[in-house]
Nanobody
Framework: QLHFEESGGGLVHLGGSLRLSCAVS????????IGWFRQAPGKERGEVAC?????????SYAESVAGRFTISRDVDKNTVYLQMNSVKPEDTAVYYC?????????????WGRGTQVSVSS
């Protein structure tokens, strides 16, 4: 059973940067595909980025964040990060990390509790 500790959320100014962290316990980050999701008020939760399991760690992004956000992992720290640059008001949401025992995009088996990100203009 995986557990996640998300951190790094908060208030950030328009155009600023923020780094979210997802510390994983109960398993190793390179065994799972791990994704970041977000849910804004009144909207459905959607995938933002994912990094595949295995040694390669291929990254994929939603079109809305491609070129601005970067997902990465530190195997030694067993942590996955989401670097958010050039943030926009529409990036305001609760951000969750989740893990799949198979591949990015397939059903995710484990979920964190989320961290709030708010972009001020």
């Amino acid at each position: 059973q995986l557990h996640f500790e998300e951190s790094g959320g908060g208030l950030v100014h328009l155009g600023g940067s923020l780094r979210l962290s997802c510390a994983v316990s109960g398993g190793t980050v390179d065994y799972y595909a791990i994704g970041w999701f977000r849910q804004a008020p009144g909207k459905e939760r959607g995938e933002v980025a994912c990094i595949s399991g295995g040694g390669e760690g291929y990254a994929s992004y939603a079109e809305s964040v491609a070129g601005r956000f970067t997902i990465s992992r530190d195997v030694d720290k067993n942590t996955v990060y989401l670097q958010m640059n050039s943030v926009k008001p529409e990036d305001t949401a609760v951000y969750y990390c989740a893990a799949s025992r198979t591949y990015c995009g397939l059903p995710y088996d484990y979920w964190g509790r989320g961290t709030q990100v708010s972009v001020s203009s």
